[in-house]
């Protein structure tokens, strides 16, 4: 009784963390913690991927003016800015994030920190050059 115990303590600790990347996620601008956008996080195959909902920035076109290739002048919703994540233990890593505002692609990986909380870090070359934002799992 003691081991069945056991197993469904680990097994609900796990709950917690359950659901994911997968689903809503709010970002928020690094210097005045406004709402920039919502982010929907889905999987494809076995790869991660990203688009942006709804942007809450004003004063902008809504369109990716800086992208480049198919990216460039798309809207701003719809856009896919994470691509081809693979889950690698506690990260998924080994995809691209695009910065909508600068039209410039980085490297990236994620890492869910808590139920409602996701460290995404895009970066060039070597992870520690590069930018950490939190976003949190819209409720």
Same mark, same amino acid.
């Given at each position: 009784?003691?081991?069945?115990?056991?197993? =469904? +303590?680990?097994?609900?600790?796990?709950?917690?963390?359950?659901?994911?990347?997968?689903? %809503?996620?709010?970002?928020?601008?690094?210097? *005045?913690?406004?709402?920039?956008?919502?982010?929907?996080?889905?999987?494809?195959?076995?790869?991660?991927?990203?688009?942006?909902?709804?942007?809450?920035?004003?004063?902008?076109?809504?369109?990716?003016?800086?992208?480049? !290739?198919?990216?460039?002048?798309?809207?701003?919703? !719809?856009?896919?800015?994470?691509?081809?994540? /693979?889950?690698?233990?506690?990260?998924?890593?080994?995809? *691209?994030?695009?910065?909508?505002?600068?039209?410039? *692609?980085?490297?990236?990986? +994620? %890492?869910?920190?808590? *139920?409602? /909380?996701?460290? =995404?870090?895009?970066?060039?070359?070597?992870?520690?050059?590069?930018?950490?934002?939190?976003?949190?799992?819209?409720?």
């Amino acid at each position: 009784m003691k081991y069945i115990s056991l197993l =469904v +303590l680990f097994f609900m600790s796990g709950l917690s963390y359950g659901q994911g990347i997968i689903g %809503q996620w709010e970002t928020y601008d690094d210097e *005045t913690n406004q709402k920039k956008a919502l982010i929907e996080i889905y999987q494809t195959n076995d790869s991660f991927y990203a688009k942006i909902v709804e942007s809450y920035v004003k004063g902008t076109s809504g369109i990716c003016e800086k992208c480049e !290739g198919a990216k460039k002048d798309q809207p701003i919703a !719809g856009l896919v800015i994470i691509e081809d994540l /693979k889950e690698d233990d506690d990260e998924f890593n080994g995809g *691209t994030i695009l910065d909508p505002e600068n039209g410039k *692609t980085y490297k990236c990986y +994620l %890492q869910l920190l808590e *139920t409602n /909380k996701l460290k =995404v870090r895009g970066y060039l070359g070597f992870s520690l050059l590069g930018r950490t934002q939190y976003w949190r799992r819209k409720e």
